[in-house]
């Protein structure tokens, strides 16, 4: 495994954003953003890297079978979540083909922020502590919520069985070991409107330490 930053700098920090599945960490990283930090999902770079014609792709129909391309040259993602979800030797299998390039494409967005003048950026993802990234970060801010409403969240958001929801849960870690690894907890288990209150809570803390968000200086982020 590639260590995520040999970016920690004077000039820029890199604070990670994690939380289970269902948890609610899209929703404080869409509030972050909307501050004017920039938010690097760890989700959205998984997906360019397996873009058709990309190397990882490759990889993957190779150690799961060449059905999961479509005719379009496209991952059949449903369907290899069905087998790498259920499996934890086959999700390891995929995470060696998949973070090294997703860590790679990661270093580029970061190696961007900081030329354009931003002094502290959020990087998102589910499997910062399962994938021993926390020490390459400044800070790790934690999602997290009650294992009953997790699961109820992902069954509607998803559309999911129980046994299916159940499976992406237990493919990460529990909430225990997220609060232990933290230096911030945001705790989701009431509406959204208690989320943001205490996402913008949090974000001022960090504006004092780390500076305002770049758009704050009268510049736009990105």
């Known amino acids: 495994m590639l260590p995520l930053l040999s970016m920690k700098s004077q000039d820029m920090v890199v604070i990670g954003l994690t939380g289970g599945i269902g948890s609610g960490k899209s929703a404080v990283a869409s509030r972050i953003r909307g501050a004017g930090v920039p938010v690097i999902d760890a989700d959205l770079v998984a997906r360019e890297v397996v873009e058709p014609g990309a190397p990882a792709l490759a990889k993957i129909a190779q150690a799961f079978g060449a059905h999961l391309i479509d005719e379009h040259g496209e991952l059949r993602r449903k369907e290899l979540g069905s087998i790498v979800f259920s499996d934890p030797e086959k999700l390891a299998t ?22 354009l003048g931003h002094r502290w950026v959020i990087y998102e993802a589910a499997l910062i502590l399962e994938n021993g990234l926390n020490p390459g970060l400044e800070k790790l801010i934690v999602v997290v919520c009650d294992p009953h409403t997790q699961l109820r969240r992902i069954m509607e958001r998803d559309q999911l069985d129980h046994g299916a929801a159940e499976a992406r849960m237990k493919a990460q870690t529990i909430n225990e070991r ?4 933290s230096d ?16 913008d809570a949090l974000l001022e803390r960090l504006s004092q330490v780390y500076g305002a968000p770049l758009s704050d200086r009268g510049q736009d982020a990105i």
């Open 178 to 181: 997220r609060r232990e690894g």
């Open 94 to 115: 995929l995470n060696q083909i998949t973070h090294p390039a997703i860590l790679i494409k990661t270093r580029e967005r970061l190696a961007e922020l900081r030329t």
């Open 184 to 199: 911030y907890i945001l705790e989701n288990d009431e509406d959204l409107t208690a989320l943001h209150d205490r996402v």
